[in-house]
């Protein structure tokens, strides 16, 4: 693929968290679009929801560009070509995760939204509340950065923008626009980030590119051009293995309002191999999907349905009874896969009963951040002392976490055993990526042709 010269690219950041970074981002996708160009867009980190809201504006997918999993040291150049295999629009807009310095705690800026603008090679726009006008020089001082312009959120309305202008310029800052404060620029959130998008945003975003227009400098886009031709190689799944199984396996994947957490790459991964992916409602049907070779539950809120969930008996009893085929689950899936989970009040309700225990509620977020995974043995999934980069976001816990694998934060500060992996079972807290972790689906594809032949 060659990438013509003239495309545009640019990330959104801020310097921490609640600075109104998504609303914006959705706001610059939406006027783009109004001007008749094709966005591509991406979020850096393990964001689920963002993407959501990404996708329901630009009517096309979000790309995770995750620094820890496609660490460049570690996975030398793939988050820069997973970066150009998607750019197929226009021009391209990420959003970082939280603060731009903001990665592996305690290693400065390391898996950071700014490391992936530097392994990229583009220009950041930071978003900035007014109240941050007179610390961004000195923020902006702890790390090297590719910050250039700055958009200045939650201005009062009689503010003097050219005092703006000059505050900025003593930190070699420019603006390149500004919105004026108004409480209806506002997303609702929950405990694991943002709710869902629901129909309402189309209006908030529709007002704020309106106003987020009239102040944006256009001119100053222009220098967001990325100066290069890239070759870059199509991504193709192992030739050997892929003569074999093409159209040969069917996968029934969990997606619903309380199954919706899972990578859009991760999809192209499994298609990329020959699965054929059949999505199927774990709240809605009654049945699993027929033939089906495999099952993956992914994450979502199961919690917030567990009383649907619960009640609907013959998918509980369908997915139990599927024993001759793996079963995939993480986080919210693996919640759903208890005998019994609580929801958000600490009511315990019937699970499938795969996993002997009860996933219950807590007060905190347990186990949360970036993880290594080792396994002990081999699985359906994993082989003994293969490893893989996770992570872990929930206020959940488990009676029965497993012991099949060992995880080690990223910064090494703790370490814990997790995982439920024996027979045809796979399913722990830990999120599961592929891009880059291809031999996972080799794994799986094995052990499908080992039982074929059996």
Known sequence: ???????????????????????????????????????????????????????????????????????????????????????????????????????????????????????????????????????????????????????????????????????????????????????????????????????????????????????????????????????????????????????KYRLAFAFDEAFSFTYDENIKVLEEYGFEIVKFSPLHDKNLPENISAIWLSGGYPELYANELSSNISMLESIAKAKDIPIIAECGGFIYLHKNFEDNNGESFRGVGLIDGKAFKTKKLVRFGYIEIEAKSDSVLMKKNQKIRSHEFHYFDSTNNGEYAHALKANKSKEWDCINAYENIFAGFPHIYLRGYEFLIENLIEYLERKSNV
């Open 1 to 247: 693929m060659i990438l013509p010269k003239d495309k545009k690219a640019f990330m959104v950041s801020a310097m921490k968290s609640g600075s109104g970074k998504t609303l914006i981002t959705l706001g610059l996708i939406n006027i783009f679009k109004r001007m008749g160009k094709t966005v591509s867009i991406y979020k850096t980190g393990p964001d689920y929801i963002d993407t959501m809201y990404h996708e329901k504006i630009a009517g096309s997918s979000s790309t995770n560009l995750d620094p820890f999993f496609l660490e460049p040291e570690y996975r030398p150049g793939e988050l820069k070509n997973l970066f150009f295999r998607n750019f197929t629009g226009d021009m391209a807009i990420i959003e970082g995760a939280m603060g731009l310095f903001d990665g592996v705690y305690g290693e400065g800026k390391r898996c950071s939204a700014c490391i992936v603008s530097e392994e990229i090679g583009i220009d950041v726009i930071l978003v900035v509340d007014i109240d941050e006008i007179d610390t961004v020089g000195e923020y902006l001082q702890k790390f090297s950065h590719r910050v250039k312009t700055v958009i200045v959120n939650k201005v009062p309305i009689d503010y003097d923008i050219s005092l703006i202008r000059e505050r900025l310029v003593e930190s070699n800052l420019t603006l390149i626009g500004f919105l004026y404060y108004n409480e209806n620029y506002h997303m609702e959130s929950r405990h694991l980030g943002l709710n869902e998008p629901g129909k309402d945003i189309f209006k908030i975003v529709d007002k704020l590119s309106d106003e987020l227009s009239k102040t944006l400098d256009f001119k100053l886009f222009e220098k967001f051009t990325l100066n290069i031709d890239c070759n870059i190689p199509s991504h193709k799944a192992k030739d050997v293995t892929l003569n074999n199984i093409k159209s």
